[in-house]
Structures are given as structure tokens and as C-alpha cells.
């Protein structure tokens, strides 16, 4: 078949499906398909955070040309063709505490146990830097990469891990051996950690270029842009301007181009959106390896990169369910090409010893999590399984567009430095927060188990929990300060907030609306006590008397709706009920007046947050 057949062959398909697509959404919003136009696709598209369209389907009218090879600039597949495919990946593991001997049982344990690459805390609150000795005994160098997160006391660490190396005599192959200082200045100053200045981490840099072993000093930490709400895009562009920063400090310094791109790791966070992920990975190396191009070292442009997965999406109310999260965002990783991935533990937004499970068992779940994809699912087996995908290749081209036009705003306005005092890139990662938080408010973004089928009968959190999870904008914070409003109230009340369901007619025609409401009002803490159908003949008194409560929502369809609202509204406002609500459009009682009319209405688009807050108040939570 000539190409001219096949492209006409793929038009006619396109043109049945979109019919098809008239046809159910006709269907569905009882018009007619002509009134739907030309093109009805559109409206199942979807917008991402970095206003990228997502089509409902992907062809071969979307075909773009076949990238490089793996390993081969622009490295979109992947920065090396020669990637163990039975080991896949690195798995990656950060180990804090301030007890070295305690610490280095942790590691040597995990190494055992299928983990291939040691993150490790050092300084202020973690491993004294003078016992990195004692942390790293028995850690085979040659075999497992070592990273080094010190912050302040990153000198003192590189200083201290020169010293072990120096006096290794257990390792073989010292061109073998990976060390990553972790020095991250220009990233930690935008989220505000201590950090060593750029001009001591220049001069670590210089160093470690005359290395025997493989050392990179300078780490651009994207999760920093992430954790404060940043889109993947805006994450890629500042990552990106922050390490063509550290490129010209070091050029400046003396240091050759190549070997100054040799010096940087990126690290970048890894989400549930598998497809995002997939995406964002394969764009960041994409948009790296131009820049090193432009540099004239473009064979130097496959910088490493390590995938923590993402700390604003894990949750602290019903927090199993970051388990879930945890496993899509590393799959989304490892499939993207993340040299090593870190799974943060599926109560990281906890503190420690709250869900009464040992911090062994968090450990190695977050450690099976990855040994299940590469081991038993095989994930690591193929590069860049994805590469082929219409949808994943269209993604990754228009995530690195829009990341490198972000990334040109930045340079626009000085480069990094100087868009980080103007506050440039704070205000631009706040504007998609609010984006976010408006989203996650109005549940068009759901965070399961939170703003949606949230579990009200699970054991309440200690007073002052939140705090723990505040060095990222978690998505949750907003639903589960409304929680912590309602356990506060159980604690002296001995019930949770309540609220009356009033369902009209038979089940058959409430059920879909009780159900809203109560999967609504949970999200917010409060209990909805449903007592079957409404009896509008009968005294409501007792039943309003028995619930213990000022609040109630009337359930039904919208014909019912016009038939009973207002009967029910005044029943039981004459029964004690001050606030009678409806769980659907103002329109369905668009005739009632005085009170007969409800006094607020609930829908799938309403402020859930501003609403539940509101509720809460009322009912004195």
C-alpha cells in the first residue's frame, strides 16, 4: 500500500471515529451531533498545568519522526545504550538518623536486600559528617553509587568521603565508583535550605574533575520548584536555567565546558500522572542536552538524573493509598529513564510511629515497590519501552517546548540568579499552585482518599500532625485541615460534625445524590446520617431531635425536586432545621421563595473547600 492509500485509509478511520464521538456525546447531552461541529473530539481534550492540550486519541496523524538511539544526542531515549538490562535502573535509597553504626546496618541490610545505590544524610540532624566512615563500612563503592545529602556541611562531607575512598583497599575498579557530593546551592536558595555558597561548591567541583573515581558535585534540585507547586514544565525550565548557572560559574572558574557539564546531576519528581512523568523525564534530557549542544559539548549533555517520587502528592489521611501513588510515579520514572529512582516510604508525610507501623516495614515497601516493577513486571529490561508511543512522543515534544520557552524566560530576564531575585520563578510556580489548589477545591483534581472517597472511620491524627508534611505543598493540606477541624470536634464532642440527609422519593432516585453528598461532606469531616426516604406527612421533629443537628440536605432529582423542595425545605425548617441545602442546581428550584427556597445548593463544581469550611462553622467544628 503506498503512503498516499494509508494516509487516506487513516483520514476515513479518524473521520468514523469522530462520527462515533458525535454520537455518544449527542447521546449524552441530548442535542443533535450536527449541533456538536465539526470537530467534536474536542471537547474530551483535557489541558495539563503547562496549557498542554492531551488529546482523547493519539494515530498516526501524530507520528513524529523516530528519535536517536539510546545513548545518542539528543539523549531523549535515554543517556546511555549500555545500561545493564537485568539490573535496570538504580534503586535508591535515602537513609537518615543521627546513629552511624545504627545507619549502616540500615544500608548493608537494604544493599542485601535488592537496593543498588546509597542516599545518604549527613551533618545537622543526620550522620555526624566525622563518622561517614562508620556509616559507609562494608559498602562496596565500586558496586553501589553513593550520594551525599549534607547541605551546609557539604566541604566537611566531601572532605570526609575523599578520606574513605583514599583509604579503601576493598575497591577493585576506582573508575567504577559513582559518588554524588550533592552540592546544591542555587536550588536550595529557592526553597530556603541551608546550602554550601556557589563558590565553595565551584571549587568542589574542581576537585572532584581530577578525580580517579566518578565524581559530580553539584546537584540542580528540581524537586525544589515541584514541592512548591510548580508544573513539570516551569520544574524543567528553572532546573535547566540553574544548570547552565552552575556550567558558566564553573567556566568561568577555569573549568573546561565538557568537563563542567560532567559535574551536574539533575534530580526531578516523579508523580502518579504516569504519562506526565514518562513524559517529563524524557523531555528534561532533551532540553539538557540542547543547551549542552549550544555550550559546544554536546556529547557531554546526558547528565544523570535521579527521581525522588513526589512528596506534594502523598497524603497523611488514608495514607495506604500513597502506596498506589508511590508505584505509578516509579513506573513513570524508570519507563521514562531515570538512572535511579528513590520511593519515599508511604507515610513520609507522617511523623514517625504514628500509623503504629515500624519504619522496616515502610522501608521495604517503598524498596519491593521498585524490585516488583524491575524483578516481576521486567520494566527494566527494554530502554525506553515507551519510544514508538503517539501519545508519550507527542507529550514529551510539547512538555520540553514548553519547558524550554520557560527556560528562555528566565535567561530573558539575567538567568537564574537574577530571575530568583526578582522573583520570576516564585511567582510563576505560585500562579500554577493556585491553578492547582483552585482545581483540588473545586475536586476536578482528585487526591483519592481525601477529596474523594474519603474514609471517615479511620483513627484520628494527633493535634499538630500537619506540620509534618509542610516543607512541600502537598495537595491534600487544604481537605485534611477540614479533618483536623473534625477530629478536634470528636475529641470533645465524642461524634463527628453531623449533617441530615433528606433523601425524596424512592432510592431508585436519591441514591445517586445522597451519595454525592455524603462523599462530599466526608471530605470535609462531617458524618451525613441518611435515614431513608423523607416521610412529609410525618413530624420530623424526633428525627432532626435523634441526628443532633442545625444542618440538612434535601437528595432527589431535579422533577422531584420541583415537586417537594419547598414541601420539605419548610417541613424541616419547622422541625429545627436552621440550614437546609440541596444537593444539586439552584435551577431545579428556580420557582421557591422565602423558606421554601434552600439556602445553598451542592454540586460536582462548587468551591468544596470554601463550602465545607463554611459547614463546619456552622455546625460549630
Not at 54 to 69: H, I, K, M, Q, T
Not at 274 to 291: E, L, N, S, Y
Not at 455 to 466: C, I, R, Y
Request: hydrophobic fraction near 45%; include cysteine; charged fraction near 20%.
Amino acid at each position: 500500500m503506498s503512503l498516499a492509500a494509508e494516509a487516506e485509509d487513516a483520514a476515513r478511520a479518524y473521520a468514523q471515529w469522530q462520527d462515533a464521538v458525535a454520537g455518544v456525546l449527542a447521546k449524552s447531552r441530548r442535542v443533535d451531533p450536527a449541533e456538536l461541529g465539526p470537530e467534536p473530539q474536542r471537547l474530551l481534550e483535557t489541558t495539563t498545568y503547562d496549557d498542554v492540550t492531551v488529546a482523547p486519541l493519539y494515530g498516526v496523524r501524530d507520528e513524529r519522526d523516530e528519535a536517536p538511539l539510546p545513548g545518542e544526542f539528543p539523549f531523549v531515549r535515554g543517556g546511555s545504550s549500555t545500561r545493564d538490562v537485568n539490573t535496570g535502573w538504580l534503586v535508591d535509597v535515602r537513609f537518615t538518623g543521627t546513629d552511624a553504626a545504627s545507619v549502616n546496618e540500615r544500608i548493608l541490610d537494604a544493599l542485601n536486600n535488592g537496593v543498588s545505590s546509597v542516599w545518604l544524610g549527613l551533618g545537622a540532624g543526620a550522620v555526624p559528617v566525622d563518622a561517614l566512615d562508620t556509616a559507609l563500612n562494608g559498602v562496596l563503592l565500586d558496586l553501589a553509587p553513593v550520594r551525599l545529602d549534607a547541605g551546609a556541611d557539604a566541604v566537611a562531607a566531601t572532605t570526609a568521603v575523599y578520606s574513605v575512598l583514599d583509604n579503601r583497599t576493598d575497591v577493585e575498579d576506582r573508575a567504577a565508583v559513582r559518588i554524588f557530593l550533592g552540592a546544591a546551592p542555587l536550588t536550595s536558595e529557592f526553597s530556603e535550605r541551608p546550602d554550601v555558597s556557589l563558590a565553595e561548591a565551584v571549587e568542589l567541583a574542581r576537585a572532584a574533575a581530577d578525580r580517579t573515581e566518578a565524581v559530580r558535585a553539584l546537584t540542580v534540585d528540581g524537586t525544589a520548584f515541584h514541592n512548591a507547586g510548580s508544573s513539570d514544565a516551569e520544574e524543567l525550565g528553572a532546573a535547566i536555567a540553574a544548570g547552565l548557572d552552575y556550567v558558566r560559574a564553573l567556566v568561568d572558574a577555569g573549568v573546561p565546558v565538557a568537563a563542567a557539564l560532567g559535574q551536574l546531576e539533575f534530580r526531578l519528581a516523579a508523580t502518579d500522572d504516569q504519562f506526565q512523568t514518562i513524559a517529563k523525564f524524557r523531555a528534561g534530557r532533551q532540553v539538557w542536552a540542547r543547551v549542552a549542544q549550544v555550550a559546544g559539548a554536546p556529547e557531554a549533555g546526558n547528565a544523570p538524573q535521579h527521581a525522588v517520587t513526589s512528596a506534594a502528592m502523598m497524603a497523611q489521611r488514608d495514607p495506604w493509598v500513597n502506596m498506589l501513588r508511590t508505584t505509578l510515579a516509579a513506573f513513570g520514572a524508570g519507563v521514562g529513564g531515570a538512572d535511579a529512582v528513590t520511593v519515599l516510604p508511604f507515610d513520609s508525610a507522617l511523623p514517625a510511629g504514628v500509623l503504629e507501623v515500624s519504619e522496616a516495614f515502610s522501608a521495604r515497601i517503598a524498596r519491593n515497590t521498585q524490585l516488583l516493577l524491575l524483578e516481576e513486571s521486567n520494566l527494566g529490561r527494554v530502554l525506553d519501552p515507551a519510544a514508538g508511543s503517539w501519545y508519550v512522543e507527542e507529550l514529551t515534544a510539547q512538555i520540553a517546548e514548553k519547558a524550554w520557552g520557560f527556560f528562555q524566560e528566565i535567561e530573558a530576564a539575567g538567568g537564574y540568579r537574577a530571575a530568583l531575585e526578582s522573583g520570576l520563578i516564585a511567582e510563576r510556580v505560585a500562579q500554577t499552585r493556585g491553578r492547582r489548589e483552585s482545581d483540588i477545591a473545586h475536586r476536578k483534581f482528585s487526591v483519592t482518599g481525601v477529596n474523594e472517597f474519603p474514609n471517615l472511620a479511620e483513627k484520628p491524627l494527633p493535634v499538630g500532625v500537619a506540620e509534618a508534611g509542610a516543607s512541600a505543598a502537598r495537595y491534600a493540606a487544604p481537605f485534611e485541615a477540614l479533618r483536623d477541624r473534625s477530629d478536634t470536634y470528636l475529641a470533645s464532642h465524642g461524634a463527628r460534625p453531623r449533617v441530615l440527609l433528606a433523601p425524596l422519593g424512592p432510592i431508585a432516585e436519591h441514591n445517586v445524590r445522597a451519595t454525592f453528598a455524603a462523599n462530599l461532606l466526608a471530605a470535609g469531616g462531617i458524618e451525613a446520617v441518611n435515614p431513608g426516604p423523607l416521610d412529609l406527612d410525618a413530624d420530623l421533629s424526633s428525627l432532626v431531635g435523634d441526628t443532633g443537628t442545625s444542618v440538612a440536605v434535601l437528595c432527589g432529582t431535579d422533577t422531584r425536586y420541583g415537586e417537594q423542595a419547598g414541601t420539605a425545605t419548610a417541613a424541616l425548617r419547622a422541625a429545627g432545621i436552621t440550614t437546609v441545602l440541596l444537593a444539586g442546581p439552584e435551577k431545579a428550584v428556580k420557582d421557591a421563595q422565602g423558606d421554601d427556597r434552600p439556602d445553598g445548593f451542592l454540586t460536582a463544581r462548587i468551591d468544596a473547600v470554601a463550602a465545607l469550611t463554611d459547614l463546619l462553622n456552622t455546625l460549630g467544628a
